[in-house]
């Protein structure tokens, strides 16, 4: 079985949405994207927690064939965030920042895992990224993500990883600040000059579009009746996908649109609960289910012209 | 052959967008949507033109199997409406509005018209729209299209005539506003109760989403290279998508998600040229090679799960 190897945060979330809210919700990228992943694939995690994080926390992770021996424990406080949501809940007002320990992470690879042939970048700075990359063993396929503040203030960084990445995750605005196109396709174009094959662009409620060599792909988000915290969704996404794509025997263009539609099948029970609680309740069982949901509502018959 | 009544405005569109301008652009609501459902099925035009309509106009209508013989010429001006679009140009700008004679446009339908089986209400005056429906003869499928202005100051007369309808055509602000549902989902579901079987929430360059009874269907928009003129995109899709349905022998969930592919496919070509010239030019082989790419980008692969 093929492992995948996710390095991101690790973190204790404030949550407040208009749904209802969590005062101490266990959340970060690398904790969404390993649960997410681990649906499909063992996942091996790297982050960094501080001394009040809580045992049962890993242990649920490791129930989830997370292995979390390069979770290191420090002294200090896990990364702790603070936000909150309004209205149609697009977008995340933050109040407080806690990096705790985060600050002075270093991402360290050792033994088996510089082997692990899936990797999982999410959004951290692009030389935690690069220092990842260097300690890895000819990685088989890198997926990386990013975030406006890594554009901003770190490009040049980010565009040496972006060269050594096969895939990237990024948003419209992101895809704009990144290329300077304000044309999406064109977009996407100018990114996979600067590195990454492939381009998925999450549109949130609006599904994911995935730009490939010649080809273009769209999966509509799963419609929900409910949503209360749309934290972690687009980590679940990128978590699914290469857990998907590793349980694959071949990457094609076919697997990687197949990757596409369980990214968005799994994100859509992150957000139907707050934190990490529904997908860590999540089944292969309550998976499937709305995936005959969303074949009936995302498949287009054929229009006789 | 089925035929199609479509009743809205003809106009002349003075146009702005940051890809070039028109001074006196044919336009209006009847005119995008017939020469979109003319495609399809032989359409009836009801409408109002001023004497200084031009003749060519009307013969370019005729030449399309538009039949032209209730759209009168009055003595006045025809509707112009002079607008511009900025940036991705999502939202249209007025600058000046002449109703000239539509301004006391009653629609008269006479003769075979009255028995004709499909009818686009285009978004006008829900009196005029509910002044068509007591000349018609029983039709056999309604479709209803709005917008914001006659949800704000006519909606009594507005709900009268939904009652009256098969399937509403709305974009998400106009649900909203009429239902008072924030969440889309449920916003449809209220809107059924007012009339209509079936609505259709039109999401510009996301697609269109589709709610009957029980189901709910999506077709994503067609990725465009290029754009330049959004105007009449609304009205090319619901002509496409009526003028799709008068063609097949039954209506059957099927039938209506391909009508609404056929709208989306249709308004791609709208929105590539100013004014009508893009959609008086469509023909069906630019139409079927278009929808051989589409079926690429939006068909959805099996997910293994």
Known sequence: MKEVLIVGSVAYDGLKTPYGSA???????????????????????????????????????????????????EKGKTFYWKGYYENDMSQAHTVEIDLGVFETFKPNITGSACNTPF????????????????????????VLDTRDLWINITKPALLKVLKKTDLAVVNDQ???????????????????????KTVIVKKGEH???????????????????????????????AGAFIGYLAKQSKIT???????VIAGNLVASFTVQG???????????????KRSVEYYKFASIPQVKL
């Open 119 to 142: 990797v999982f970048l999410a959004a951290i700075h692009p030389d935690l990224q690069m220092m990842v990359l260097n300690q890895m063993n000819k990685p088989k396929y890198v």
């Open 274 to 288: 707050f934190g990490t609680k529904s997908i860590a309740a999540l089944t292969k069982e309550k998976l499937k």
């Open 23 to 73: 005062v101490r919700a266990l959340g970060g990228a690398a904790t969404y994207s390993s649960l997410a992943a681990s649906l499909f694939a063992p996942v091996r995690m790297v982050g960094v927690v501080g001394d009040d994080f809580n045992e049962s926390d890993l242990q649920m992770l490791r129930k989830h064939k997370v292995n979390t021996d390069l979770v290191t424990r």
């Open 207 to 237: 599904g994911a579009m995935m730009f490939g060599s010649g080809w273009t792909f769209l999966s509509p988000a799963v419609p929900l009746d409910f949503v209360v915290d749309p934290t972690g969704a687009g980590d679940t996404f």
């Open 253 to 259: 263009p076919d697997v990687l649109k197949q990757a």
């Open 174 to 196: 992101e895809i704009r600040l990144l290329t300077g196109e304000m044309h999406l396709l064109k977009g996407a174009r100018a990114l996979q000059k600067l590195g990454p």
